[in-house]
């Protein structure tokens, strides 16, 4: 780091500081460095104000010289920002300042206080480069952590799935079975389709409360209530199938269940209902449902 200190042991680091997203030194402390008077730093710039745009100086405002008084620890420095009141606002000059400053004055020890200044921006640049490298590692590690936090929660959610599509129900557990089935009729985004032999007025019931289109496959229903649900409701078609024992149900020819009990039954004996995984599986039942 840079050696060159004022008398009260403050380094040109600790001079430099951020203002409108640049790096700048107050033109006094500018003039301490150069032993001479802020005055003639100022009038430098001022008789010279075509070599010096918003980029190498400017003026500091009211509100930047209160913050930039509340960032500052040093009581002198303080003491700079604030000497002579609001009435004279201090110049600040950029590392590009500096240089052009330095070129006008012509005194050797500006030329030779200069090069230590723009070491000390250097090294403030440097210092800031990598302090924004270790936050942007940080701030990579969060979000990798983040993103394997998300990862282990679809993990536990997707096993909460399977283990709720797996179940066993006992006598009498009736709340829990059409709750469960229920469950899986409203995870269909487009379509259902259920295979049971006795469909009846048990499963329009819940079907009444499914807005995708609903497709049953089954050997006895009530033609008078089918007919009577669907002068009210228009999400059932009805196809006669005599080809199977058992009961599923399809959601969205995608995801295909077995369930042990009739759904005009469920609850009232041990029953399971449980989701298979095959694809092989899935795709013959959907084969055989359309021969």
Do not use: W
Not at 73 to 87: A, D, Y
Not at 161 to 190: M, R, V, W
Request: positive net charge; glycine residues 4%; hydrophobic residues 40%.
């Amino acid at each position: 780091m840079n050696k060159l200190m004022l008398k009260e042991n403050i380094r040109i680091e600790e001079m430099i500081f951020e203002v409108r997203g640049k790096q700048v030194i107050l033109s006094s402390n500018v003039a301490k460095l150069y032993k001479t008077e802020t005055r003639i730093i100022n009038q430098t710039i001022k008789r010279n104000i075509m070599r010096f745009p918003e980029t190498f100086c400017f003026q500091l405002t009211i509100e930047e010289v209160t913050n930039l008084k509340s960032q500052i620890v040093t009581s002198s420095l303080r003491n700079e920002i604030t000497h002579g009141g609001t009435r004279y606002l201090p110049y600040v000059l950029t590392e590009q300042g500096i240089m052009m400053l330095s070129g006008l004055l012509k005194s050797d020890i500006a030329v030779k206080v200069n090069v230590q200044i723009i070491d000390a921006f250097v090294a403030m640049r440097k210092y800031i480069s990598s302090t924004l490298v270790n936050q942007n590692f940080i701030n990579n590690l969060v979000y990798k952590h983040d993103e394997e936090i998300k990862l282990l929660k679809d993990s536990f959610d997707k096993l909460q799935e399977k283990e709720k599509a797996n179940a066993i129900f006992f006598d009498g557990q009736i709340y829990e079975a059409y709750s469960l089935l229920l469950d899986i009729l409203q995870s269909a985004k487009k379509e259902i389709i259920i295979i049971d032999n006795y469909a009846g007025k048990e499963l329009l019931d819940i079907l009444k409360q499914i807005s995708v289109n609903i497709i049953i496959y089954s050997a006895n229903m009530n033609e008078v209530l089918i007919k009577k649900y669907k002068s009210q409701y228009h999400n059932v078609e009805l196809i006669f199938n005599n080809k199977f024992h058992d009961r599923f149900i399809i959601i969205d020819k995608q995801n295909i269940y077995h369930c042990g009990s009739s759904f005009k039954d469920l609850g009232k004996k041990c029953f399971a209902i449980n989701k298979i995984e095959s694809d092989t599986i899935l795709t013959d039942v959907l084969t055989e449902i359309k021969n």
